[in-house]
């Protein structure tokens, strides 16, 4: 199959991990008689840096004809002082919202050999296996400007959903609960926020179309708390924008570090865009040292997504789930015994178990 890949290498360790993921997709590639080519476009700090925007127009045009999208991390310290039409995270939430990318997909698997690095009990991590669904270009990030604003004296951001936006993430999450265990828990704040009470009545609406899915609303507070403490309790999750951002985040300690984390951005029909939960970690970038998994993790679920090859991905993840279980780690993580290793040799460990097929298809097929 030929497929045509947008890389959005961004900030700091952005450029190290979309490197490894490259070097992942292009062994794949050869090994399955793919043909995927690639073309780099700036976003986030160094666009601002190159083109005074962190989201020049030829980065979106370039998006919009690719077959897919890869994102490294955007942000720094360097950019911190800009005004906020020129920070760098404003590139990122232009382009969710120039390729209409509404719902964000975020799995959270405990792998076995983290299990011990993770700060909560292993006998509370192990097993967790979850999917967090947030909307991702609504909500409280996107109050329109006349409703953002700041006079000095007082401050307004707003939370606004339309119904069809809230239709169409339930949906989307409702189909995720099909692929996977069929538990669905709709989270929201229901007890105080007027948008979270029309949420809820949506999901009870959605809930008839899929009989099949057992569903749960939890306040958000309480699933905070929950995931730390019995995370078990979920299969997938579906959340508001901010929500599901927060959630994310407090979610990773569940896999033992950040930067284990992909995500999938997707809509109905058009390009998807993949990246790694984690930021931009300007004070390891440029030393080798950063953690690939996450954007290899995320190139995975680019091949499963958007281009439909379920084998492909579980090779990639089931390379990945090999090298942590022979004990090799980046220095972001923790293996007893292990072997701490660069970004560059814990990528060329993966593209050689690509080569030799000698992962197993099949051990991990969680990334739905
Ligand atoms: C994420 C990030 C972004 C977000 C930031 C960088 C704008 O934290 O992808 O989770 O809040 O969506
Ligand atoms: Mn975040």
């Not at 009470?197 to 179309?209: G, H, L, N, P, S």
């Not at 995931?227 to 990773?252: K, Q, R, Y």
């Not at 991905?313 to 004990?327: K, M, N, P, R, Y």
Request: proline content about 4%.
């Amino acid at each position: 199959m030929k497929k045509h890949i947008v890389l959005l290498p961004g900030d700091g360790i952005g450029t190290e991990v979309i490197q490894s993921a490259k070097d992942v997709l292009e062994a794949v590639s050869a090994e399955f008689d793919h043909s995927f080519t690639f073309e780099t476009h700036d976003i986030g700090g160094c666009a601002v840096d190159m083109h005074g925007t962190p989201l020049p127009e030829s980065t979106i045009t370039a998006c919009k004809q690719a077959d897919a999208v890869l994102l490294g991390a955007v942000g720094g310290p360097k950019w911190d002082g800009l005004p906020s039409h020129l920070r760098p995270e404003k590139g990122l939430l232009g382009i969710r919202k120039a390729l209409n990318l509404f719902a964000n997909l975020r799995p959270v698997k405990a792998f076995p050999k983290l299990l011990h690095a993770s700060p909560l009990k292993e006998s509370v991590v192990s097993g967790s296996d979850l999917l967090i669904v947030r909307e991702l270009i609504g909500g409280l990030y996107f109050g329109t400007p006349s409703e953002r604003s700041s006079d000095g004296q007082s401050v307004v951001d707003t939370l606004a959903y339309t119904k069809d936006e809230i239709v169409q993430i339930v949906d989307k999450a409702f189909q995720s609960a099909t692929l996977r265990k069929g538990h669905l828990t709709s989270v929201d704040k229901a007890n105080v926020l007027e948008s979270s009470k029309f949420w809820r009545e949506i999901v009870e609406e959605k809930r008839t179309q899929y009989p099949e899915v057992t569903v749960e609303h939890m306040l958000v507070d309480a699933a905070a708390m929950k995931l730390v403490t019995n995370p078990d309790a979920f299969d997938v999750i579906v959340t508001e924008n901010m929500f599901g951002d927060i959630l994310s985040d407090e979610a990773s300690v569940l896999t033992g570090s950040l930067g284990m984390l992909p995500s999938a951005s997707i809509n109905e029909a058009g390009v998807g865009l993949y990246e790694p939960v984690h930021g931009s970690a300007p004070d390891i970038a440029g030393k080798g040292i950063a953690n690939p998994l996450a954007t290899i993790l995320s190139a995975a679920l680019m091949l499963r997504h958007s281009f439909q090859m379920d084998d492909e991905a579980q090779l990639i993840e089931t390379a990945v789930q090999s090298v942590l279980d022979d004990g090799y780690h980046t220095a972001d993580l923790q293996i007893e015994n292990g072997q701490k290793v660069g970004t560059k040799e814990i990528t060329d460990l993966i593209v050689e178990l690509i080569k030799s097929k000698s992962a197993t298809i099949s051990i991990l097929n969680c990334y739905v």
